[in-house]
T-cell receptor, first 114, second 113 residues
Framework: EPEVTQTPSHQVTQMGQEVILRCVPISNHLYFYWYRQILGQKVEFLVSFYNNEISEKSEIFDDQFSVERPDGSNFTLKIRSTKLEDSAMYFC????????????FGPGTRLLVL | QKEVEQNSGPLSVPEGAIASLNCTYSDRGSQSFFWYRQYSGKSPELIMFIYSNGDKEDGRFTAQLNKASQYVSLLIRDSQPSDSATYLCAVNNGPGGSYIPTFGRGTSLIVHP
């Protein structure tokens, strides 16, 4: 069964460093999303992406965040200058159709900023 | 500020019983409602979505929506130990509004043999 994959599974970085989280959505899906979940907290929407541009973004998704689909398979989230409070689990998701359709989540990348 | 409230639990039920999970939301413009299951350390998995008032059944799961009371619930019949997880409620304002979902903190369900 097709699934969303994410790499790395864990990432440890120093505050102020740039990190890139990678996702491979399900191959025929057209809509892509990033969420984060701080330990013990709610899942929070970051951004949705369709047709090579951002569809919607939350207040969390400020100028330090960016997303890119550099090729036909990868979808990346870049955090330019990490802060301690960026430590969280980051989930990528994809859906075949619009946001009203089922979103399939990847296993997540656990990011720890020291 | 949109709020989605859930009792954090844990809700403990015996195997075979009905588990009832509740969620209230603050934004009257909410149009779409979702229930996700999240096992510890894992990603959310969509169980049900509901758009219209009333009940929607899928196997052992029933979602119930009451927009007037701003309340959505999930019933799990014949609960199994494998149902033990955190159940997340999420809402958004689409169609016709923003599809950005707001999640609740989740209710922890424990089904004991």
């Amino acid at each position: 069964e097709p699934e969303v994959t994410q790499t790395p599974s864990h990432q440890v970085t120093q505050m102020g460093q740039e990190v890139i989280l990678r996702c491979v959505p399900i191959s025929n899906h057209l809509y892509f999303y990033w969420y984060r979940q701080i330990l013990g907290q709610k899942v929070e929407f970051l951004v949705s992406f369709y047709n090579n541009e951002i569809s919607e973004k939350s207040e969390i998704f400020d100028d330090q965040f960016s997303v890119e689909r550099p090729d036909g398979s990868n979808f990346t989230l870049k955090i330019r200058s990490t802060k301690l409070e960026d430590s969280a689990m980051y989930f990528c998701a994809s859906s075949l159709g619009g946001v009203e359709e089922t979103q399939y989540f990847g296993p997540g990348t656990r990011l720890l900023v020291l | 500020q949109k709020e989605v409230e859930q009792n954090s639990g844990p809700l403990s039920v015996p195997e075979g019983a009905i588990a009832s999970l509740n969620c209230t939301y603050s934004d009257r413009g909410s149009q779409s409602f979702f229930w996700y299951r999240q096992y510890s350390g894992k990603s959310p998995e969509l169980i049900m979505f509901i758009y219209s008032n009333g009940d929607k059944e899928d196997g052992r799961f029933t979602a119930q929506l009451n927009k007037a009371s701003q309340y959505v619930s999930l019933l799990i019949r014949d609960s199994q130990p494998s149902d033990s997880a955190t159940y997340l409620c999420a809402v958004n304002n689409g169609p016709g509004g923003s599809y950005i979902p707001t999640f609740g903190r989740g209710t922890s369900l424990i089904v004991h043999p």
